[in-house]
Each structure stands twice: as C-alpha cells, then as structure tokens.
C-alpha cells in the first residue's frame, strides 16, 4: 500500500508560484496514487483540496446549497471505488473530479426531477427568471414537454450550462443540443400560451 507522506500534503514553503504549481500537482498526483492503492489519507488529501470547489460547481448546476453539500459527500464517499477508473493520461484530475461532480448533479436533477419555481421566466433576452405567482405555470409546462427536451432547457435556461456544456453531459451533439432547445422553447411558449402565461421568448439559443 503506497503511503502519502507529510512532504507531498504540505505546500512548500519559499518557492516561486511555477515551483508551488509543480509541487501542488506532483502532491495531487501522489494523493490520487495513495488513493488509488487504497490509502485513506489519499482520499482525506483530495478531498480537501477539492471539496469546496466541487461543491460550489454543483451548487450552479442544482442551485440548492444543502442538495450541493449532500452531492458532494456522497461524490466522496463514492470516491474510493470510483477512483481506479481514473487515468492521467486522459484528462488532469480537478477536470475528472468535476466531470464526475456533474454526473452526479445531473443524475440527481433526473432522479429528483426538480425544476426550480422561484424566479423563473423567459425574457426577450433568452433569460429565465420567474415571479413567484407564475411558479405553477412553468412548472406545469415544463413537465408536459418530452423530457430531452425539458432536460435541455432546465440545463440550459435554470442550471446555466452552454450548449457544448450540455452536449458532453448528456453525450449528444451540440446540433442535437440546439434543435432540442428550439423545439424545447417553442413547445414550452405554446403551452404558456394555452395557459394564459405566455412569455416573450427569444430565438437565441
């Protein structure tokens, strides 16, 4: 079993910002190593450097603080098992941890199917916000649309990602991506109307 020692966790002391920058990868790098050959203080290591990033990462996407801290617990409590499929070669780790910190915050919006219901509507400027009042509306639009395209809008429109953001998530093309979200954003218009809410829509994506 590979052993972190008090050198790779320390940042060094006296040395020039590209030094420190080394120094941090080469302590990520033995971390991942100890974790990967099961030692704990691997994972203690990491999940101290990249804890709070990840979490303020799932909190844009799910926009809910205690469901970010829970997403981010349980990406760490998973971490262990999960942590020998990762491969340097592939992407750098922060990247890897963060793609794994969206999977997870993605599959918990499916699971949960939340949309958010404060401060939502569709502006001219393809924005979404909401008052309050019309928070039963949207919901009920949203949830009758066919649900690729309901995810492409709330992924677009509420969690904030871009197209080629969305397209990796949900492994589809950015093409795909932009006729979901024109289709999404009309049929989501025609159902506003038929409930007498209908926004101002922009055909930007």
Do not use: C
């Not at 030094?19 to 101290?48: C, E, K, M, P, W």
């Amino acid at each position: 079993m590979t052993s972190l020692s008090a050198q790779q966790i320390q940042k060094p002391i006296g040395l020039s910002s590209g030094s420190v920058a080394n120094a941090n990868t080469a302590a990520i790098r033995g971390a991942v190593a100890a974790a990967q050959a099961g030692d704990s203080q691997g994972i203690h290591f990491l999940y101290a450097r990249f804890s709070a990033d990840v979490q303020r990462y799932v909190n844009s996407i799910v926009h809910d603080y205690h469901e970010a801290e829970d997403i981010t617990q349980n990406v760490f409590a998973k971490l262990t098992r999960r942590i020998g499929k990762y491969e340097e070669r592939d992407v750098p780790f922060a990247a890897w941890i963060m793609r794994v910190a969206r999977n997870a915050a993605l599959d918990h919006m499916r699971a949960s199917r939340a949309i958010p219901t404060e401060e939502v509507r569709i502006d001219d400027g393809g924005r979404v916000h909401m008052d309050v009042g019309r928070s039963r509306d949207l919901r009920l639009a949203l949830e009758g649309l066919p649900e690729d395209q309901r995810e492409v809008m709330v992924l677009r429109h509420i969690a904030g990602l871009t197209p080629v953001e969305i397209a990796d998530a949900l492994d589809k093309t950015e093409s795909s991506v932009h006729g979901l979200h024109h289709r999404g954003r009309r049929a989501l218009q025609e159902k506003l109307v038929e409930l007498g809410a209908a926004p101002v829509v922009s055909q930007t994506a």
